[in-house]
C-alpha cells in the first residue's frame, strides 16, 4: 500500500429552477475520489452547506468508500480511518488545512481532500513520512 493516500472531493452546484422562475440550490454535486495507486473517482450528492460527515456518508453509500471512522475531541471531530487505514488523515478545504469535519460547508466549486500520512513514535519524536 502507498504511505500517502488521498481522497479528493470538488464540490459543483446542482440547481433546480422553480415555478417561479428562480434558481435555488437544492443539492450540490460532489465529486469524491480515492487516490491509491490508481484514481477512483464518483460523484455524490449532499445538501447545500453539508459538512463533511455528510460527504463521507455519500461517498460511502455509492462505494466510493468503504467506510470511515471518526475520533472526537469533545464535540468536535476528525477522520482518524478510511478504508480501514487508521492513523493520521489530514483534512484540506480548498487548499487550506483544516482539523475538524464539522467545519467543511459544502458551497459551490469547494473542494475537500484527505491525505494520509503515516507517522511514526520514536522516544522523543514524533514524524509524519
Not at 6 to 20: D, K, R, Y
Request: charged fraction near 15%; include cysteine.
Amino acid at each position: 500500500m502507498s504511505a500517502t493516500k488521498t481522497i479528493f472531493a470538488a464540490v459543483g452546484l446542482t440547481a433546480v429552477l422553480l415555478s417561479s422562475g428562480a434558481a435555488r440550490a437544492s443539492a450540490v454535486t460532489v465529486h469524491f475520489g480515492l487516490q491509491t495507486r490508481q484514481h477512483a473517482y464518483c460523484a455524490v450528492s449532499v445538501p447545500p452547506g453539508s459538512n463533511a460527515i455528510a460527504v463521507l456518508n455519500a461517498a460511502e453509500r455509492r462505494h466510493c468508500i468503504t467506510g470511515y471512522r471518526l475520533q472526537y475531541w469533545g464535540s468536535r471531530a476528525y477522520v482518524s480511518a478510511i478504508d480501514g487505514v487508521g492513523g493520521r488523515w489530514a483534512q484540506f478545504e480548498n487548499d487550506k488545512h483544516e482539523w475538524y469535519v464539522q467545519n467543511f460547508k459544502a458551497d459551490p466549486g469547494d473542494r475537500l481532500v484527505y491525505v494520509y500520512e503515516r507517522c511514526v513514535f520514536t522516544p522523543g519524536s514524533y514524524v509524519c513520512i
